[in-house]
């Protein structure tokens, strides 16, 4: 009998993990996600394997935005840094002396997109709490990297073609 492990997206490290799916007690609006499964529960310790992957590109579809520009998020993910990704090319990025050459790391898993720090100096934080273990990312949060780089995380809207508004 596979037991399935549940876990806290917003807090992986400091809520209760669970066997059987729901919200997490400390965080009503966080749903569990599955995030092991150990084949049998009474088997010696095991590797974990891990959850099949859904799909490798994200289906959730988040923008990031910064002061007046909106950085689309790519399915498969994307660098964060003063050197790198779509912050790199913004007018001014030099200047961010918090933001780290490549500071932070989205990437795709099981559908949504996580956030995570690439050891960076200044370190980064999801609604003001640092990111120690990957964070699930979703609309509303605040990305912040260093003390003052606040990127706001928005829900991509498309037309009705499909197409990124
Ligand atoms: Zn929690």
Redesign the pocket.
Known sequence: MATVTYE?P??PD??LRATSPGF?T??PA?ELEAVRVTAFADAPAAEPASVPIEASVATAQLNLRFRDRVLPIPPSGMDIGRECGPLADLPGMAELTQVSRQHAKVYPLNGHLYVKDADSLNHTYVDGRLVETPRRLRAGQVLRLGLDVELHVEAAEFDEFGLPL
Do not use: Q, T
């Open positions: 806290c917003d807090d400091g809520c997490c400390r965080h966080a």
